[in-house]
């Protein structure tokens, strides 16, 4: 999978792809990661992302124009069936796991704008972008952990990226409102903290049976 994500602020990506699963996904060739500065398409001395809104109001606005650059200098492509590109918004569908896994499964390359200060040019939503996401029912000063979040969680179910990819069978939010059983490694007790007496007989029905059900009381 490629991965292209525009921004005002690639400083914030130093780091986050750069250590353990994301880091091992990318050594193996299974994803690659790009970070496009917005400010390499714009058109004035300041190198301006934003402007002030049409019809006043506070804060300022992404301009569209930078990003319609920035897709096209990319090759960036809208409406494909293995292509997505992707804006960050607070008013955007919620992302969750099944998404995650739609995009795992079903792209091979897609692009992330980073929305940032009071919004983003509605232009850019409506003519340029496939969805419109969000991470949760809050705000956050730009898109960049956002998308820092959204890349994380997709790459991470493609195959091949996780040692042992049964391990995503049964991890939380895989079957939507199920989340994964309680688990528990050495010491066997710690303090007066112990592990439940299930989990140590080697039983295999009785441990199946006894997380389906720690799944279904967590769910609760």
Known sequence: ??????????????????????????????????????????????????????????GMVMMVEPIDKALEA???????????????SAKGELFTQQVAKNYSEQLERMTIICGHYEGVDERVA??????????????????????MIMV?????????VLGDDESIVS???TIPGILEYPQYTRPQEYKWWKVPEVL??????????????????VED
Request: charged share 25%; net charge neutral.
């Open 1 to 58: 999978m490629q991965i292209d994500i525009l921004t005002t602020f690639p400083e914030m990506f130093a780091g986050p792809f750069d250590f353990s699963i994301m880091k091992r996904a990318q050594e193996k060739g299974l994803v690659k990661i790009r970070i496009h500065n917005l400010r390499e398409w714009t058109s004035d001395n300041h190198r301006s992302t934003d402007d002030s809104p049409f019809g006043g109001g506070p």
């Open 126 to 147: 409506r003519y340029l972008v496939d969805e419109e996401v969000r991470i949760g029912n809050f705000v956050i000063t730009g898109g960049e952990l956002a998308a």
């Open 171 to 173: 991890e939380s939010h």
């Open 74 to 88: 990319i090759n960036a492509k809208k409406h494909t069936p293995k292509q997505k590109i992707i804006l960050t």
């Open 200 to 217: 140590l007989h080697g039983n295999h029905a009785d441990i199946v049976k006894w997380r389906e059900q720690m799944s279904k009381e």
């Open 152 to 160: 994380d969680s997709t790459v991470r179910l493609l195959p091949g």
